[in-house]
């Protein structure tokens, strides 16, 4: 299905007003473009620590209303949560691994 922008849907001269706007306005194109990728797991990680670095700093806003600096914040811990769950765990060293680690390191 096709959408059709018209001209008074986004005007030329429309530019961002502030930071924060700025902020709010990738932050949500970051979010939508979120899992869109099939296949794409380390992009979508990368995608993900991206969006909750835009979530920190719209919370850091000092312009920011403090319902919004709340939501941000919540919104940043909830993606970090996500981010440590899904990011790749380094392989533990095997039994062998570490033996001959600890007689090297003696």
């Known amino acids: 299905m096709t959408t059709a922008f018209s001209a008074p849907d986004f005007p030329e001269s429309a530019a961002p007003s502030?930071?924060?706007d700025l902020?709010?306005?990738a932050a949500?194109?970051?979010m939508s473009h979120y899992g869109?990728?099939?296949g794409a797991d380390g992009a979508?990680?990368?995608l993900a620590c991206v969006i909750e670095r835009h979530l920190k700093a719209l919370a850091a806003l000092?312009?920011?209303s403090p319902v919004l600096q709340g939501t941000c914040t919540q919104l940043a811990e909830q993606w970090?949560?996500?981010i440590d769950a899904y990011s790749p765990r380094p392989a533990r060293p095997g039994l062998l691994?570490?033996?001959l680690a600890g007689t090297v390191a003696a």
């Open 44 to 46: 979508c990680l990368k």
């Open 80 to 82: 970090a949560s996500h």
């Open 97 to 99: 691994a570490r033996a």
């Open 18 to 20: 502030s930071q924060s």
């Open 23 to 25: 902020l709010v306005s």
């Open 28 to 30: 949500l194109h970051l």
């Open 62 to 64: 000092p312009q920011l």
């Open 36 to 38: 869109t990728r099939p």
